[in-house]
């Protein structure tokens, strides 16, 4: 049940090198490397012109286009076929005791309920879960910005515009052609956060894409039926600390970035990244460095993210407060950005992924 709800979801689809590096590390990669599609550049539109920015070229790093929701079926595979047990639709969820040496988390399911004793709790249970909810507010930082708009999204049975990834900042709007195949695609457009799903039939969403596109894109977009559309609100938070006694946060659940950058599913590979070292290094070395690091490792890192996509997010969509001079801003750091080997080079790097 709830794997069917989890896997229904539709997320962003660029992986960092070093998402992929991880998931080959763990033995998760085979169809990644076999469906996934290796893009070594972006395209930035603005003033009526579309700019490559090589990735490739200026990092040596490449991205791979390979749907979240594809990730974490490879993953609900690997757990079935290693025979280890997931709890799917568990019901009223609680973290406990993890403030002292033998944490537990309980749960219901299917009217029974079960106590599991743990060394270690892993919440990774994501914006809205009971993890971070559970920790007292007295000892939890809270850093946040909400954006004055939504992205609406749609996923189309056609072929992609172009071959790589097109970021528009337009005076109607942000607009982004992405892509899950070479014969599906993502599009999304900035929109107002009072906009229903239900205001924005296909015809208009194309329309409205078409207008923030420059004509020689136009002429390449193929249409067709929607099979997924949605509204998602933009917002960037982080909690801090990441860890509070054997309970450690990871992913959503500590953090949330706009999705412009497609940071969000990277940042939970980071966190997992340097949470399996420590733990592993708590295992076989006896020693609890690595756990005592994690927080502040991964928060670093987390923090680079969140500037990268609030950059990113403040550079390309249409504010309030952007008419006239916010706008020229814009437009003059995007033509900096096309200009200039060093600032090319600062977005790659952070597009890639910053090292772990
Ligand atoms: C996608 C989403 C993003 O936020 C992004 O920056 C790039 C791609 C996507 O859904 O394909």
């Known amino acids: 049940?709830?794997?069917?709800?989890?896997?229904?979801?539709?997320?962003?689809?660029?992986?960092e090198q070093g998402t992929v590096?991880?998931?080959?590390?763990?033995?998760?990669?085979?169809?990644?490397?076999?469906?996934?599609?290796?893009?070594?550049?972006?395209?930035?539109a603005f003033a009526g012109a579309r700019h490559r920015i090589d990735l490739k070229q200026s990092t040596g790093k490449?991205?791979?286009?390979?749907?979240?929701?594809?990730?974490?079926?490879?993953?609900?595979?690997?757990?079935?076929?290693?025979?280890?047990?997931?709890?799917?639709?568990?019901?009223?969820?609680?973290?406990?005791?993890?403030?002292?040496?033998?944490?537990?988390?309980?749960?219901?399911?299917?009217?029974?309920?079960?106590?599991?004793?743990?060394?270690?709790?892993?919440?990774?249970?994501?914006?809205?879960?009971?993890?971070?909810?559970?920790?007292?507010?007295?000892?939890?930082?809270?850093?946040?910005?909400i954006y004055p708009f939504g992205w609406l999204g749609v996923l189309s049975e056609t072929p992609p515009i172009s071959p790589?990834?097109?970021?528009?900042?337009?005076?109607?709007?942000?607009?982004?052609?992405?892509?899950?195949?070479?014969?599906?695609?993502?599009?999304?457009?900035?929109?107002?956060?009072?906009?229903?799903?239900?205001?924005?039939?296909?015809?208009?969403?194309?329309?409205?894409?078409?207008?923030?596109?420059?004509?020689?894109?136009?002429?390449?977009?193929?249409?067709?039926?929607?099979?997924?559309?949605?509204?998602?609100?933009?917002r960037s938070f982080v909690a801090e600390p990441m860890r509070f006694g054997r309970m450690f946060l990871a992913g959503d659940a500590a953090h949330i970035v706009p999705p412009t950058g497609a940071k969000g599913l990277n940042l939970a590979a980071s966190d997992v990244y340097y949470l399996s070292r420590g733990l592993r290094e708590y295992y076989d070395e006896k020693s609890s460095a690595g756990i005592?690091?994690?927080?502040?490792?991964?928060?670093?890192r987390v923090w680079k993210a969140v500037r990268f996509s609030w950059w990113m997010t403040s550079m390309l969509h249409r504010f309030p407060d952007t008419e006239g001079f916010g706008a020229r801003i814009q437009l003059a750091e995007l033509s900096y950005l096309v200009s200039s080997q060093a600032a090319s080079t600062s977005l790659s790097e952070n597009y890639v992924g910053l090292p772990y």
């Open 164 to 234: 790589e990834l097109i970021y528009t900042n337009h005076p109607r709007g942000f607009a982004l052609c992405s892509m899950r195949s070479m014969h599906r695609s993502r599009y999304y457009v900035q929109c107002s956060l009072e906009d229903q799903v239900d205001q924005w039939p296909d015809q208009k969403f194309w329309d409205e894409l078409k207008r923030r596109l420059d004509q020689e894109a136009v002429a390449h977009l193929v249409t067709g039926p929607s099979i997924e559309k949605g509204i998602a609100p933009l």
């Open 1 to 15: 049940m709830r794997t069917k709800v989890v896997l229904a979801r539709i997320r962003a689809g660029v992986l």
């Open 21 to 44: 590096e991880l998931l080959n590390e763990v033995g998760v990669a085979a169809r990644l490397h076999r469906e996934g599609l290796i893009h070594g550049g972006i395209e930035l």
């Open 62 to 145: 490449v991205v791979t286009i390979y749907g979240q929701t594809e990730v974490t079926r490879d993953l609900m595979d690997a757990r079935d076929a290693a025979g280890l047990q997931t709890v799917y639709a568990a019901d009223h969820v609680s973290p406990g005791d993890y403030d002292t040496d033998h944490p537990r988390v309980s749960f219901v399911k299917d009217g029974t309920t079960h106590k599991i004793e743990c060394d270690f709790i892993a919440g990774c249970d994501g914006f809205h879960g009971i993890s971070r909810q559970s920790v007292p507010a007295a000892a939890l930082e809270t850093f946040e910005r």
């Open 292 to 300: 005592d690091a994690y927080s502040a490792k991964a928060l670093a």
